[in-house]
């Protein structure tokens, strides 16, 4: 079948406009589907995500496209941004209109609703095996991505062949570095940890404690996510790569990160559902909090800073009752899991 476009973006958020744009400026002409046709209309008339790119222009490879069918018949490359609570739900809309050639890729972090399965095991229950599937993971906030400055994310799927012309589409000499991963599952696990940690920082910032409590979450963070990765077969070296310390290091310290400001809400103060409605955009830690906790309870891994902000989440508990329990736990050794 031949291709209209090089490769089809689903989700017209401040992400997958960013991905698009970065795509159409390589040269590769990019379809940009969004499922609110007025917003689509926006972006036509605008030449502008104005909503959640505001100033930044579409360049001109960058077709946006209400029509959900006409989008994924123009390429066999579908690149799906969704947040993670709707990412079966496209996946659902948009498997009766694929072509025999599809390849997936998704840029979303996070897991599951409720499960806390990885979104490969969601993208293989509702496709099938008949598709060769990838995922984008690392830190890159929408805006910068957008705006040109210089990114680095990382790539790893199913079949080396796709993963290797993704790195093609997406690698930019001017503007993105893209590295190549085989971590499929660990590069999934590090986008939906790190939303959990960040919103850790987040209220830790917001309480008012300083750059050692940050860093000391950021580091014990990354403990965390290896020990879970390591449980659900991922490769440990992953985790100090662009989706582990790198999304981690990014999203804890910056106040782009809608997790993180977010956390900030609560340290100082908000309530969960106000903190989550300023933000006006998606929070994923939110949900990939529950997540992340029912997936460590259910194969047994200790992860203290995720069940703490767990308890601030959903068990009333507050951000200082938090950090308390985190600081008076048990003496241990930093290297290994027992007591010192
Ligand atoms: N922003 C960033 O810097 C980065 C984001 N990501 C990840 O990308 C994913 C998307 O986030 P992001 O773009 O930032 O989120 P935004 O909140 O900016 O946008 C989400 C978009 O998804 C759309 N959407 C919601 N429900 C559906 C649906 N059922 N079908 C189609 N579209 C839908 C929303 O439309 P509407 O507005 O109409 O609800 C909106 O356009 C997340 O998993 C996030 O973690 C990853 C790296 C960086
Ligand atoms: O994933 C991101 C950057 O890599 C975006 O982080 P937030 O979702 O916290 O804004």
Redesign the pocket.
Known sequence: MNNTADITV?????????LAISLASNGHKTLL????SE?IDNLKRDRCNS??LPGIALPDLLIPEASLATALAASNNVLV????H??G??LK?AKPLLRDDSRIVW????LEPETGRLLQEVAREVLGDKYPLAVL??P????E?AAGMPTAIAVAGTDEHFTKELVELLHSPKRLRVYANDDFTGLQLG?AVK?VIAISAGMSDGIGFGANARTALITRGLVELTRLGEAIGAQPSTFMGMAGLGDLVLTCTDN???NRRFGLALGQGQDVETAQKEIG??V?GYRNTKEVYTLAKRLGVEMPITEQVYRVLYQGGTPHEAAKALLSRDKKSETSDSDS
Not at 33 to 36: L, M, N
Request: aromatic share 12%; glycine share 16%; no cysteine.
């Open positions: 689903l989700g017209a958020g401040s992400y997958g406009t960013a589907w969004g499922h609110e917003h909503e959640f941004v969704v947040p993670s709707v990412f739900v496209v809309q840029a979303t972090k996070g993971s690392g890159t906030f929408a805006k991505l986008g939303n782009q990160s809608r955009q998606v994923e």
